[in-house]
């Protein structure tokens, strides 16, 4: 038995040396497509209007649309126009399972294409793509449109 003990040890030390495969090196290949994509297309966010903002965060991102609404399930803006029905459907599953696991960042659900949930401030975003994305996209998006609407609010402020 000892035997066989050590013949298993010898024969995983011999495996790990063989198959260890040094894949430290960075996928340039990878790297190469990203730095291509994101050479051939700009994506200009400095835009005087919402609607025109949430087209080129579709576009930015690969995403079907983007819904914002406030908590309370009032839409604030749609990519796709009015999805008011959506919007409150989403805040109100987001409400549900925030109020059942308080910690939740962000809730991701796979039906035929993926629903993402999450919210910022006072905010929930509803991000619906064929793919989930990543959290920092996610955070990218809610950015991008805070960005807008608080110069948009310094505007109105300041008029």
């Known amino acids: 038995m000892p035997f066989l003990t050590s013949f298993r040890i010898a ?19 990878q790297i190469d497509l990203l730095k291509n994509y994101v050479d051939n297309h700009r994506f200009d966010t400095n835009t005087g209007d919402l609607k025109e903002l949430m087209k080129v965060l579709k ?15 009032s839409m604030v803006v749609s990519s796709n126009g009015t999805d008011l029905s959506e919007a409150v459907t989403g805040t109100a599953l987001f409400n549900y399972i925030r109020s059942e696991l308080p910690k939740s960042q962000s809730i991701m659900i796979k039906c035929d ?3 993402m949930l999450f919210p910022s401030n006072e905010m929930v975003y509803i991000v619906k793509a064929p793919a989930s ?8 998006i809610s950015r991008d449109v805070e960005k807008f609407l608080s110069k948009a609010e310094e505007i109105t402020v300041s008029n």
């Not at 576009?59 to 399930?73: A, C, L, P, Y």
């Not at 994305?133 to 990218?140: K, T, V, W």
């Open 113 to 115: 294409d993926w629903y």
């Open 59 to 73: 576009k930015k991102h690969e995403v079907d649309t983007i819904i914002v609404s406030k908590r309370n399930g």
């Open 11 to 29: 024969l995983r030390d011999f495996a790990n040396k063989v198959l260890a495969i040094d894949d430290s090196q960075l996928p340039k290949n």
């Open 133 to 140: 994305l990543a959290p920092i996209e996610l955070n990218a």
